[in-house]
């Protein structure tokens, strides 16, 4: 189901708040203007980034694109049937300015992914004609003063009216010719009274003057013509009817108040749901969504952990899932379209689906990739199918396994990093992962050096793996941790290039940060630029330190790019597949936590800004 | 006529070139993705801004955004039916990324702008799916450079293959096997052999080694298979054959080459013709003209007006023309769409106008306002009326004046300056006017200062008018240049406002310059971030020094927004009214420019940096 601005939105959100207060589990897809705004994609995701700098990398250069389009699938479970049913969702967004003092949102385009979903059709006349507004949350707080603040005022309760008020002389004579009108007005049998077109200025001026001088009796209102001229329309009422027009004008602000948060009120009701959100590759998605529709995103990534188990406490990327142990060995491709094929075939079952009444349904045998609410629909059947096979391997087999399974507690709260050799995941739920790097070399080299030069300089080493870094530098990985001292001892002499192991490289990084530090102290101007308010380090500056390596958690190395097939990541254990389902209803979790993160926010807006100066003096103690 | 992408761009091209061949002027006319990125467009224009303020806050907020239709309309006046024939286009621009190593382009969109183009019909589709690509001039020479290099490394006169090439050790396998492969096709009776798919590194090992192998006899190519994977096709060729494919390819490298530049050669069409190219408020228009399809703009106005008066020889801005005596007294409103009416009545005459054979009409009752193609036909339109009507003030009258006429020439290269008080325009020609500003006070305040709170504080003064420059400051001028010293000695023990006079507050800010100059030396840090070549101060900095009054430019304060009808404007004497139009043919005039502009973009290059660096501690000597 295609929705755009306004009517059409208001007409159908309730039918997307039944979806949601229905459904088993949602799975999203965003489609965005753009990716990343580096140098180059690849030059941003290196395959040694630690969980901390990817997080920064995608913040820096990603969250100035605009999620222009949203897909929603929610799936529900039918147990006569034995089938899931679907009502997908395509949701164009588009923050079209709410009123002429309403934020003026600039987003970045990036021509290569406006290029790519141009030739995958996609309407952008549709995002930008109709796309859906939307508010985040401090807009909406901003919003709502502005109207509480205007109705107070209006009420009289203002402190502005309760004086006379001081008129500027040259307006003087215009505001007593409109005193004069509206006394032989009063005087008069006329009900209301136009007053000519003026200026904002004259406007208020006429409100306060009107406001202190005929507190009763009289009801004020601007009205706009069709020429988008402003004029004030002044009516004798009683107190009653005064009253009611209060009330009217009142239930009319609301509307359009919610008009205005608009779109984001499917976020919030999501969200609030508690309930299992589905994506695959997920990580920019959820990113933008907190970032578009809730609030900036912090400075920290474990600021921004638990800002993301706050607004969705249950998160799985279908592309880990695929990724990780008993699936790894059997899927080869985990783009989404080629998964999406292979979990047809045994030993997969694809699963019974139908699309709910008054619900399109998609057909996966003709592609729609890359519309969103096809990519969310497909991603769910992903997930399915994923959950199913994992419960064909118990004992005795499970037919179905449900969203809240325990047995898919092992996926939960992952989001699969991208092109990172040796850290599958981001952990959502507590310190990430942190492998050895013994085998990892750190090289630079002149800028006209390639990937060839590499390969013959290290061509005594047999197999090696090169992540280049940027023009003159890249880690160099070799098969063999012990033949990284040899390496390194080989290359004192060489004056065109250098090589240090991965620890020298990081100690030496954090010796620079340091004296940068203390360079940026000195230099006081440059901080001042940079930061509204200085301060302290955070006290997350040493949560890095613990180790992230808990029995429970699965682990498996990107297959994607990196090509480390060979190595062996840990399964998922006999004990955590037989765990029995949780039955819990997921929503009053989920409204726990969204009190949480109301509160949390307004801690974070004050600890955000301390986390935010210490950001320029932090260095990850751990990798 | 509507020009989108590729076929439809190539095929029309000459026509294009023949329009611009033909005309006598053009009018142009630019819609962009955005016009401001800063808070407000208010805030960015302040009534006092220096041209080169301005030009700095332009420079800096609105080039960003994209110029993403192009609207050129040439008019050819026909002697025998004493009409106008116009050709009118409106092209769809978008920098498709032209290949995987090509610039890949970022560009902003404002919500507000693109929310008013879609209200008013734009069809962003066309945009994004069929713009028109394009090329600056130095992405035009390093493709040039990459085609070139490409090709001396084919024809084996790169240094690369002229010796063995080193093999990495994993894989010399994969290689040997390629050539164990060509030996057989060698010996065989095929004409070609197709190599599977592989990546571009091993693509590269062979080209590499086949060259240096089998310098003759056999012809190399990469072809795509419709799965986008890259494979190696060998054929047996004689050297005529060998020769003759080279030469295709070059000439179909050559024809990429253009399809690249695409957008760009009209511009580079319109600039080398020398003729008078008309446009409406077109500052904006040329600035972005110039960094979409020349280069990036100079950090320095008179950098900027010198590329500029290279670029587009003879500008004429028809906002500019309608806010000049002798229109001034008789145009209200200079709003294009209002303009274009108002010169239909008397004592105007519309000029007689047909579209050209092929070419669509567009009917002025109709509006298509904000298609770039309608808007630049309406400005020549208004161009013509009010050209002709000078020619009626003459002794004989003129029924029709040429865009060659000596009667226009006051109002060339001056471009209208949005909402500057007592600055109408920008002299591309010479230094820029430097009105007295002695009845201008500088007033700081609290930032809960409204509007009226400056009329109570100045209501003393009899009228004043305010430019606000921020939240906590503002311009005030008064009506009496003598009150100014007493609106200051009055403030002197005020504690929450303070009042300086116009010439105190540039000297303290100069000061302030002049402080942060030696700040900015002292922290070396910053200034060495910031700027790459550090150096003295350029030769343009004293430039504004000299007064920019020559009796024979026109000048005219803003009709517009400032209110400022009662001042007295210089007049167009009769003299220069009654010089004789000029037949001397542009061409060779814009081609001399042409040439000068690429000798200037060299020195540029080299200057560019030098003002660059003198930009941050420069200090505007003159208001």
């Known amino acids: 189901m295609e929705i755009i601005r306004s009517i059409d939105f208001k007409i159908n959100l309730h039918k997307v708040y039944q979806a949601i207060e229905e459904a088993d589990f949602f799975a999203i897809d965003g489609e965005f203007s753009g990716i990343s705004d580096g140098p180059s994609v690849t030059a941003l995701t290196n395959g040694f980034d630690t969980p901390e700098e990817r997080y920064q990398k995608l913040k820096k250069h990603s969250m100035d694109f605009l999620l222009f389009q949203f897909g929603l699938c929610a799936f529900k479970y039918d147990q006569t049937d034995s089938k899931h049913i679907t009502k997908s969702f395509n949701f164009y967004v588009f923050p079209k300015p709410f009123s002429r003092s309403s934020p003026d949102i600039k987003f970045v385009c990036q021509s290569s992914s406006i290029d790519f979903l141009a030739s995958q059709g996609f309407d952008f006349n549709k995002v930008f004609c109709s796309g859906i507004p939307y508010l985040n949350q401090e807009e909406e707080r901003q919003l709502r003063e502005q109207f509480d603040e205007k109705r107070s005022q209006a009420n009289g309760t203002g402190a502005l009216t309760k004086c006379p008020v001081t008129i500027p002389e040259d307006q003087r004579k215009f505001i007593d010719q409109v005193i004069e009108k509206i006394e032989d007005f009063l005087q008069s049998e006329e009900k209301s009274l136009d007053l000519e077109p003026c200026t ?28 988008k001229e402003r004029h004030i329309l002044i009516s004798k009422v009683d107190e009653e009817e005064r009253k009611r027009r209060e009330q009217e004008k009142y239930a009319k602000e609301q509307e359009e ?128 199918s994923m959950a199913n096979y994992l419960g064909s391997l118990l004992g005795p087999p499970k037919m179905c396994v449900s969203a809240r399974s325990k047995h898919i507690e092992p996926f939960f709260n992952k989001l699969f990093l991208m092109r990172v050799m ?71 002499y060489a004056e065109s290039y250098r090589i240090q192991t991965y620890a020298e490289y ?39 330190t613990a180790t992230g390596m808990t029995g429970k958690r699965t682990r498996s190395p990107d297959p994607g790019e990196a090509g480390l097939e060979d190595r062996e990541p840990e399964e998922i254990s006999d004990s955590e597949l037989e765990q029995t389902d949780s039955c819990v209803d997921p929503l009053p979790e989920g409204r726990k936590k969204a009190k949480k993160l109301k509160r949390m926010k307004k801690e974070l807006s004050l600890a955000g800004t301390v986390a935010g100066s210490a950001m320029l003096f932090e260095v990850p103690d751990t990798w």
């Open 200 to 227: 904002g200025f004259q406007r208020k001026l006429i409100y306060q003057t009107l406001s202190w001088k005929y507190p009763k009796g009289i009801h004020v209102e601007t009205l706009e013509t069709e020429k």
């Open 257 to 384: 108040l919610n008009d205005a948060v608009g779109f984001s009120r499917v976020i919030h009701a999501i969200a609030n749901s508690g309930k299992l959100v589905v994506g695959h590759n997920m990580l920019l998605d959820v990113m933008h969504t907190i970032h578009q529709f809730y609030c900036p995103l912090p400075a920290d990534l474990n600021e921004f952990k638990e800002m993301t188990t706050c607004v969705f406490p249950r998160l799985l990327d279908t592309k880990l899932m695929a990724s990780t142990q008993p699936f790894k060995d059997i899927i080869n491709n985990t783009s989404l379209a080629e998964l999406e094929k292979r979990l047809k075939e045994t030993p997969f079952d694809p699963p019974k689906v139908e699309s709910a009444e008054g619900f399109p349904s998609y057909d996966t045998a003709s592609e729609q990739l890359h519309e969103a609410g096809y990519d969310a629909y497909i991603t769910g059947l992903c997930f399915i």
């Open 506 to 544: 990081v100690g030496r990084k954090r010796e620079d940060k340091q004296v940068k530090r203390k360079w940026t102290e000195d230099s006081w101007k440059e901080v001042d630029r940079k930061q509204p308010n200085v301060s302290g380090p955070c006290s997350h500056t040493n949560s890095f």
């Open 422 to 492: 040796d850290i599958p995941y981001l952990n959502l739920e507590g310190p990430d992962l942190q492998p050895k790097r013994d085998h990892v070399l750190h090289v630079t080299f002149p800028k006209e050096w390639k990937t060839s030069d590499l390969y013959q300089l290290f061509s005594a080493f047999g197999n090696i793996q090169i992540s280049w870094i940027d023009d003159t530098s890249a880690f160099v990985s070799l098969s063999q941790p012990e033949q990284v001292q040899i390496a390194v001892n080989t290359s004192k």
